[in-house]
C-alpha cells in the first residue's frame, strides 16, 4: 500500500493550494483517509479525514470553512483543497490511511512521505 502527496509550495497569506494523495494498493472506499500537518517543533496534528464508505468527512476547528477534503474515486485520490491560507498552516502535509478516522496519529498505519506547505509574504 503506497501514498504519494504532491501539490505544495509556497503561498502568500490569503492564497489558496490544492493538494493531492494519490494511493495504490487498495481501494478509496475501503479506508479512511487523513490528512496532518507538522509545523517545526511541534507535534503532528490532524486536518481533515475522510471516512470509507459514504465518504463522511472531518476537519479540525482551526481549518473549519477554509479546507474542504474530497476524494475521486476513480483516480485514486483524495485532495485537500486549502483557502484563505495563513501563516500558521505551514508545516509538512502527510497523508494517512487506516480503517477508522482519527485525530490520533499513531491509529494510522499507512503514511505518505509529506509535501511542504509554507503561508508567507
Known amino acids: 500500500l503506497q501514498l504519494v502527496e504532491s501539490g505544495g509550495g509556497l503561498v502568500q497569506p490569503g492564497g489558496s493550494l490544492r493538494l493531492s494523495c494519490t494511493h495504490s494498493?487498495?481501494?478509496?472506499?475501503?479506508?479512511?483517509i487523513g490528512w496532518f500537518r507538522q509545523a517545526p517543533g511541534k507535534e503532528r496534528e490532524g486536518v481533515s479525514c475522510?471516512?470509507?464508505?459514504?465518504?463522511?468527512?472531518y476537519s479540525v476547528d482551526s481549518v473549519k470553512g477554509r479546507f474542504t477534503i474530497s476524494r475521486d474515486i476513480s483516480k485514486n485520490t483524495v485532495y485537500l483543497q486549502m483557502n484563505s491560507l495563513k501563516p500558521e498552516d505551514t508545516g509538512i502535509y502527510y497523508c494517512?490511511?487506516?480503517?477508522?478516522?482519527?485525530?490520533?496519529?499513531?491509529?494510522?498505519?499507512?503514511w505518505g512521505q509529506g509535501t511542504q506547505v509554507t503561508v508567507s509574504s
Open positions: 494517512s490511511a487506516d480503517s477508522f478516522c482519527s485525530w490520533h496519529p499513531n491509529e494510522y498505519e499507512y
Open positions: 475522510i471516512a470509507t464508505g459514504d465518504g463522511t468527512n
Open positions: 494498493g487498495f481501494t478509496l472506499d475501503s479506508y479512511a
